[in-house]
């Protein structure tokens, strides 16, 4: 069977197989079942200001139901454009520092622990 792989800056992003969608139909679900949640609703808003639209996430489930079901060709390119579309969007987002590749030189040099002095 035919494999495909996305990678981008060197990380995995999904690997997966021609023939079933990239993601178990149940992550979408619950994922849906998160973006809806309390917790979700209110991180969300306190955050950007608005509640999250979570449409996507059940459209992708029950796209992905369909390409398990019934091989539906809508489906499986309907849920394929999405998750081109969430894996551009993750490129928008750059980190907030760099990763070292290696630990500081005086890494382990002890910390400077000096009692603080009263004023």
Do not use: M
């Not at 021609?18 to 993601?23: A, C, G, T």
């Amino acid at each position: 069977s035919l494999l495909i792989s996305c990678q981008f800056e060197s990380v995995w992003l999904f690997s997966f197989d021609v023939n079933k969608p990239p993601r178990a139909c149940e992550d979408y679900w619950s994922e849906f079942r998160h973006c809806k949640s309390f917790k979700n609703w209110f991180h969300h808003y306190y955050t950007y200001g608005t509640v999250p639209s979570c449409q996507q996430w059940k459209e992708d489930y029950h796209n992905c139901r369909e390409w398990e079901k019934h091989r539906g060709t809508e489906a499986k390119e309907a849920l394929r454009r999405s998750e081109k579309i969430r894996v551009a969007e993750q490129r928008n987002f750059i980190p907030v520092w760099q990763l070292r590749q290696e630990p500081p030189r005086d890494w382990h040099v002890p910390l400077n622990q000096e009692k603080p002095q009263d004023s």
